[in-house]
């Protein structure tokens, strides 16, 4: 205040007397009308300054907030590390064991950079280190650790270590049984079931369809599955695998056809496996005109050895009397009616069985 009167009011004023005033320079009257509005100005600027500092009320939201709320966008508070990591789910990470392939980089001393092969007992060799034990340890525990041990034995004084593992021989899913190629295959990255069989060459021709996983840790709950074609099946049973995983396909219960057939061979049974004789010889296409259906036998596997049984699959053609049920590993014999002697049992499971080729049985 100025004499009763506002300061804004009294620079206007001094500014309408120098513009009156024609002697006075325009340097002079463009640096009263800075003054003027810097007289303006300057209560606002503290009313907002005050309004600012002023502590809002818990139920206060401010208006940027409301006005992105209003175009549609929601803003969400963001979440604390160790809340994020409450609800985060990780696969089991990968540890180092004997046999992986690793390069041991030191930033600043290559001398001590190295590359290491773990050994069985689970460490590795580093110049003016020694041995450093590592398995059971991420590749980024086995940098801490290497890291504690360069400070330990005052080689470094801010060590900084990365490894790099080049190939993890000790991580891998074990796959067994009948696939095509069975073995260890690496599990870097994630990996299902169906990713893995297809890595070992899918299921040979003798597999049943049935896999059984066994996780790492838990080996006393295996889980059983069944390779089915139906898509909704294939999907369930196509289970994530994890390092240590092992995966065995199970051998197919079969029986075998030799002799007078159009299609000897080896027939894999279904998954309940009750076949009759007559089921097994009309998948092998039945007796040729050769046939001497009177002298069929069937060649069992007992604990005893060779077991050889009469069939009357004449009988069984014509209708007459029940059919006759085959047990897998079963060798059904129709021998040809030009035959002079009797073929061994021996002979037969010799000869037929390893050359016979393989079908199934719906």
Do not use: W
């Amino acid at each position: 205040m100025h004499g009763g009167k506002p300061a804004c009011a009294v620079a206007i004023h001094g500014l309408k007397c120098c513009a009156v005033m024609q002697s006075i320079p325009n340097v002079l009257l463009r640096h009263c009308l800075r003054l003027a509005l810097l007289f303006c100005v300057l209560p606002f600027n503290q009313n907002v300054i005050a309004q600012s500092d002023t502590p809002q009320s818990p139920g206060h939201h401010d208006s940027r907030i409301a006005l992105s709320q209003e175009s549609g966008t929601i803003s969400v508070p963001s979440i604390a590390p160790a809340e994020k990591g409450a609800s985060e789910t990780t696969s089991p990470a990968l540890v180092l064991g004997p046999g992986d392939e690793l390069e041991v980089t030191v930033y600043g001393a290559p001398d001590l950079s190295t590359h290491a092969r773990v050994s069985a007992d689970g460490n590795i060799s580093m110049p003016l280190v020694g041995y450093i034990h590592v398995a059971g340890l991420s590749s980024s525990e086995a940098e801490g650790t290497i890291e504690s041990q360069l400070l330990k034995e005052n080689i470094l004084n801010a060590p900084q270590v990365s490894v790099y593992v080049k190939d993890y021989t000790s991580s891998g899913i074990s796959v067994a049984g009948e696939v095509t190629r069975p073995g260890f295959y690496s599990a870097l990255g994630p990996h299902r079931l169906f990713d893995i069989l297809q890595m070992s060459g899918g299921l040979s021709e003798r597999a049943s369809g049935a896999v059984t996983v066994t996780h790492r840790g838990d080996e006393n709950n295996p889980v059983r599955l069944e390779v089915s074609q139906n898509p909704a099946e294939m999907a369930h049973n196509n289970i994530e695998l994890h390092p240590g995983d092992t995966v065995f396909v199970a051998k197919a219960a079969m029986v075998y056809v030799l002799g007078e057939v159009n299609k000897p061979g080896g027939y894999i049974l279904n998954s309940t496996g009750a076949v009759t004789v007559l089921q097994v010889v009309a998948a092998a296409g039945g007796p040729t005109h050769a046939a001497a259906v009177g002298g069929t036998k069937m060649i069992r596997r007992t604990p005893s050895g060779l077991q050889e049984l009469p069939v009357p699959l004449k009988a069984l053609l014509h209708g007459k009397g029940a059919d006759v049920p085959i047990s897998a590993d079963d060798i059904l014999f129709i021998p040809s009616s030009r035959m002079k002697s009797v073929v061994a049992a021996s002979t037969i499971v010799a000869t037929g069985t390893a050359t016979a080729a393989i079908y199934r049985v719906f």
